[in-house]
């Protein structure tokens, strides 16, 4: 269990993922990966895999036909999910963009 | 007056180069960077993670990458990290 | 809003189209649980994720340190809940047939 202090909670207002003059950031990355498959890790090592239906400015994240994969093995599947964005380590492409 | 680099634009020069990121916990990545933004979110290519465990270290492949900024503690530009 | 739709626009959205329903919540410190989301909460959703559960089920995952760790599952139930938001994983609605 990943025991370092708790990110900035929801409680300023929504920061928006600013936009940045070249390309290659987070929100053109967001753009391209909305609707393909993705890797979603948490700090404490838990993944979740499935379609990224979409995200906000907290890295809060909706997936459909996600599975939770456990040190390698799947412990859980849900139709859809509600990922609270303090918790996500990372988001990864799990496919071709 | 030393001239002032600003640890952004730092940063903003290693956009197309390998980064080393080092996490608050015992975990790290490496990566070529793509982009960034004001909270340090970090776009990242052909990257690997490395998990330091008390067994060993655990690497992981990983394409195109969004890596939260909240977690990060340290970036060194132009290194291979752990292996190099 | 037109529940039919199973577009949403944003994360949340999930959560507004599973008001009255039971959904499954997985906290920190391996707590999981289902329980009614209360529709009169909503405003308190948005902003934390703090959220108001009914008719509450909660599995406890109790791993016992020793040789050979073993995992033991305590279960209660509770009539109605506050869950503070920061505690918060993972919200899943229910299943539904699209």
Not at chain 1, 71 to 90: H, M, P, Q, S, W
Not at chain 3, 5 to 25: A, C, H, K, M, Y
Not at chain 3, 31 to 58: C, P, W, Y
Not at chain 3, 84 to 89: A, E, K, L, T, W
Request: hydrophobic share 35%; aromatic share 6%; with cysteine.
């Amino acid at each position: 269990m990943d025991e370092s202090p708790p990110p900035p909670d929801n409680q300023s207002p929504p920061p928006p993922l600013p936009p940045t003059g070249h390309t290659g950031s987070p929100t053109d990355f967001l753009k391209g990966v909305v609707g393909k498959k993705v890797i979603v890790r948490l700090n404490s090592g838990v993944d979740y895999r499935g379609v990224l239906s979409c995200l906000d400015g907290y890295m809060n994240i909706a997936l459909e036909q996600t599975e939770e994969h456990v040190e390698g093995k799947i412990t859980n599947r849900y139709g859809d999910a509600f990922i609270r964005g303090n918790n996500v380590l990372y988001i990864s492409a799990a496919e071709e963009l | 007056m030393a001239s002032q680099v600003l640890p952004l634009e730092l940063i903003d020069k290693c956009i197309g180069s390998r980064i080393w990121v080092v996490m608050k916990s015992e975990r790290e990545f490496t990566g070529t960077l793509l982009g960034f933004d004001d909270f340090v979110n970090m776009v990242l290519e052909d990257v690997t993670e490395y998990e330091i465990t008390p067994q060993g270290t655990k690497k992981t492949k990983l394409a195109q990458t969004l890596l939260n900024g909240n977690n990060i503690c340290m970036l060194i530009p132009g290194s291979e990290g752990p292996d190099s | 809003m037109d529940p039919s739709s199973s577009g949403i626009q944003e994360p949340f959205d999930l959560i507004r189209l599973s008001l009255s329903e039971r959904v499954f919540v997985k906290l920190r410190g391996d707590r999981e649980m289902t329980g009614i989301l209360h529709v009169r909460a909503l405003k308190h959703m948005m902003g934390h994720m703090n959220l108001i559960l009914s008719d509450v089920e909660e599995t406890i995952m109790i791993v016992n340190e020793g040789e050979q760790a073993t995992v033991s599952v305590a279960k209660r139930k509770m009539g109605m809940l506050f869950v503070r938001g920061d505690g918060v994983i993972l919200v899943s609605p229910p299943s539904r047939t699209q």
